[in-house]
């Protein structure tokens, strides 16, 4: 206890850490938030920041707050729980600092929260503009053949869940916008491939949507490669089983959030640590780990999977939280079209979680439309 307050300790600063942090009422609670990320990052507007639509630091929040000075930070990676004596053991979280690194230290919990998401920093999505640019200059010297561009140009998207049909919209925009005014010469023969070993993209939803994204994509010359089974993805190649194909930028989003073999930190309905023990049919949850909590993409309920989405890792924070389930939204039909677009782009207003950033994005939207992308800026 820390002046008579129990001590929260919370693994991660992602959606669901960063909830419970910036909600918990301090005149109970004494929280402390173990991550190596000292900001917490709004997933949802990097692939639009990624494509140039608005800056990178627009869309991600620090953990400290002026406001919420309480709420402890310690930019450590947590290597392990030792439930008995109720404390996490940490390791600084400094990687130009080796000697520092190495001097792990423990950190007591009155209660426990774990959110460390499933894969930190593996998408590196900011990557994309540069490598993109340096692709067009590549393909615009002058002893570049037109076939030679056309196989530099050649953009491959791996995974077609949200991400990737997200980012594919956001790199054709592009496509057709600025690079088609800064790269005249080499713009034509840029194209873009998404590829999904299930039969259809986008399909965990409804035929109705997957049919819909699919005719947009043709429609702007996507090449909407489902049924297609990558069995290599190297930094600039590819290999598709039954026809290998070589292309120059590769971005795998959505292939680690789907990986159906991810290993998930089970708990019962009320997020509580399951505590498994060996029995004659195998390991089986047989008690819970009293005040220890998992959320987020790390977690999982037991019989009753939720995807791994930042809406689930925010609904189980306001739950643990609150201690209610946060009631559905409205039912609402669906958008296309130009509704959709407009729905799409203010849910960049709507992610980000305070109005200093939501202003400056409306701004930069604002200065783009009128003056252009600062995209090549880099
Ligand atoms: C590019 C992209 C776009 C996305 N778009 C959407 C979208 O449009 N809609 C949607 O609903 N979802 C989207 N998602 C998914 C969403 O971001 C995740 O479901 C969400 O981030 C999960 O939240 P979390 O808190 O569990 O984990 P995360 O947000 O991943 O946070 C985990 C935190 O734990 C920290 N951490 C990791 N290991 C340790 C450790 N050992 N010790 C201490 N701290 C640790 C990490 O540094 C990080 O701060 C997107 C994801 C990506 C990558």
Known sequence: MAQGKPRLVIVGSGWAGFYISQHIDLSIYSPIIISPRRTSAYTPLLASAATGLFNFYLAEDSVRSKSRSLVK?????VLDVDFSSKSVHCAPAFEEDE?????????????LILAPGCEPNTFNTPGIRKQLFDLLEKASLPNVSDQHARDLLHIAIVGGG?????ITAELSDLC?????????DVAKFMTISIYDVAKNILSAYDTKLHDYATQRLV???IDVATGTVIEEVGRDYLT?????RNVS???????LLNDKGLKRIQTDDRLRVFIYQSTPEGEKPTSIHPNVYALGDAADITHASLP???EVAVQKAKYLHDGVIAGKGPDHPGWTGQAAWLAWRSGSLMWNRNWRSRFAIVLTWALNKVFGSEIAKI
């Open 219 to 221: 429609d702007r010359g």
């Open 73 to 77: 930070f310690i930019k450590a990676n």
């Open 162 to 166: 949200p991400t990737g049909i997200e």
């Open 240 to 244: 598709i089983k039954g026809r290998g």
């Open 99 to 111: 000697v520092l690194s190495r001097q792990e230290f423990t950190v007591d919990y009155d209660i």
């Open 308 to 310: 791994t989405t930042a």
């Open 176 to 184: 057709k916008s600025e690079i088609a005014d800064l790269y005249p």
């Open 249 to 255: 930028l590769v971005e795998k989003l959505d292939v």
